[in-house]
């Protein structure tokens, strides 16, 4: 059996992996991301996101808050937790240091 610890972090590194494309408006390998790896239930939805915001002249999103279920309601298996990512996409000329 792995050490929780390990699951954790081996979770949190799939989980920057995604938030790091949408991040860098890489939409085309959002969906292949989450179904090769699990790491995002609605990959089509965050890839679309992306692809919209995207058409609407954004060049690149800010991470702006990312939680999971546990972190607001630390009930019953971490495993089981879903996380949520709260990102800004920005225009070029509004990019933030």
Same mark, same amino acid.
């Given at each position: 059996?792995?050490?929780?610890?390990?699951? %954790?972090?081996? %979770?949190? $590194?799939?989980?920057?992996?995604?938030? /790091?494309?949408?991040?860098?408006?890489?939409?085309?390998?959002?969906?292949?991301? !989450?179904?090769?790896?699990?790491?995002?239930?609605?990959?089509?939805?965050?890839? =679309?996101? $992306?692809?919209? !915001?995207?058409?609407? +002249?954004? +060049? %690149?999103? /800010?991470?702006?808050?990312?939680?999971?279920?546990?972190? $607001?309601?630390?009930?019953?298996?971490? +495993?089981? =937790? $879903?996380?949520? =990512?709260?990102?800004?996409?920005?225009?070029?000329?509004?990019?933030?240091?």
């Amino acid at each position: 059996m792995q050490n929780p610890s390990f699951n %954790s972090l081996n %979770s949190s $590194v799939q989980i920057a992996r995604i938030l /790091l494309l949408a991040q860098a408006m890489r939409a085309s390998e959002i969906v292949a991301e !989450a179904a090769s790896h699990h790491n995002a239930c609605g990959g089509g939805a965050m890839a =679309a996101a $992306v692809m919209a !915001a995207h058409t609407a +002249r954004a +060049r %690149s999103g /800010l991470l702006i808050d990312y939680k999971t279920s546990y972190d $607001v309601v630390p009930e019953g298996e971490f +495993r089981m =937790a $879903v996380g949520y =990512a709260g990102m800004l996409f920005l225009a070029a000329e509004e990019n933030l240091p």
